[in-house]
T-cell receptor, first 114, second 112 residues
Framework: AQSVTQLDSHVSVSEGTPVLLRCNYS??????LFWYVQHPNKGLQLLLK??????LVKGINGFEAEFKKSETSFHLTKPSAHMSDAAEYFC????????????FGSGTRLLVRP | ETGVTQTPRHLVMGMTNKKSLKCEQH?????MYWYKQSAKKPLELMFV???????ENNSVPSRFSPECPNSSHLFLHLHTLQPEDSALYLC???????????FGDGTRLSIL
């Protein structure tokens, strides 16, 4: 069965410094992977998706993620954090049998210090 | 502007009440979804509709009853809920099943 593990429940960075949010996946096939962001009192917004094309995926707001099959990882990065990046981030894999079923990680809360 | 609108944003109800949550999407999508987001738990898929037909009922108790009258509207009818049903209920839509999902801002439900 597919699953994702977000290795950090909370990450704190200073404004202007790099962001790294870690995600490992488990899948017996080539998965579709996503990162979503949720700001307080808001729904989820798609940041980026990987669907077996380029392994380095660029998303919105300067975020990108790299699919590494050998490490079963799909970490989210951004070169320079902005205060508006403070939110909760979810790593997501789609179910092999039913691609519309999204399997969510437990989330990483990003805090950005001034 | 998300394109997926949920009403109400907040709802407080007693365990014996009957209420409905509404979701409307303005994106021309054909698939719609209900999720439950509880504190300290991953998002749980509840129901999936494609072209107004239910394709997924993810072992949800019968006190939750979905309705999809057309491809733009999705309802979640609630009756005799339990305190553990307090959560954020999120609606999403996608062009077709399997395409990226667009989420609404959710309804925060509190059961007294």
């Amino acid at each position: 069965a597919q699953s994702v593990t977000q290795l950090d429940s909370h990450v704190s960075v200073s404004e202007g410094t790099p962001v790294l949010l870690r995600c490992n996946y488990s899948s017996s096939y080539s998965p579709s992977l996503f990162w979503y962001v949720q700001h307080p009192n808001k729904g989820l917004q798609l940041l980026l998706k990987y669907t077996s094309a380029a392994t380095l995926v660029k998303g919105i707001n300067g975020f990108e993620a790299e699919f590494k099959k050998s490490e079963t990882s799909f970490h989210l990065t951004k070169p320079s954090a902005h205060m508006s990046d403070a939110a909760e981030y979810f790593c997501v894999v789609s179910d092999q049998g039913s691609s519309y079923k999204l399997i969510f990680g437990s989330g990483t809360r990003l805090l950005v210090r001034p | 502007e998300t394109g997926v609108t949920q009403t109400p944003r907040h709802l407080v109800m007693g365990m014996t009440n009957k209420k409905s949550l509404k979701c409307e999407q303005h994106l021309g999508h054909n698939a719609m979804y209900w999720y439950k987001q509880s504190a300290k738990k991953p998002l749980e898929l509840m129901f999936v509709y494609s072209l107004e037909e239910r394709v997924e009922n993810n072992s949800v108790p019968s006190r939750f009853s979905p309705e999809c009258p057309n491809s733009s509207h999705l309802f979640l009818h609630l009756h005799t809920l339990q305190p553990e049903d307090s959560a954020l209920y999120l609606c999403a839509s996608s062009q077709v099943l399997g395409q990226p999902q667009h989420f609404g801002d959710g309804t925060r439900l509190s059961i007294l």
